[in-house]
């Protein structure tokens, strides 16, 4: 599973979200579900914008931690 860490980034720079979304270009209620970790997709080009925003890496963000259903099953290993 994706873990967003939008919030961890914004209190470290101590940014609010109106801040961010206004620097970006897209809307907060965009940039709130992309931090409440409920979007399906981030196009390339606003992680870009927030990461520049920021002063990040996407891997600052965006965290991937393994959870229940991205397990193989036993028949599947190698």
Not at 31 to 51: D, H, M, P, Q, W
Request: hydrophobic share 45%.
């Amino acid at each position: 599973m994706i873990i967003v860490n939008l919030d961890v980034m914004l209190a470290r720079r101590k940014m609010r979200l109106g801040e961010l979304a206004e620097a970006v270009g897209i809307s907060i209620q965009n940039l709130s579900v992309l931090k409440t970790g409920k979007a399906k997709a981030v196009r390339f080009t606003t992680l870009n914008e927030i990461c520049r925003v920021l002063e990040c890496q996407p891997g600052d963000i965006l965290v991937f931690e393994p959870g229940p259903s991205d397990l193989k099953p036993e028949s599947e290993a190698d």
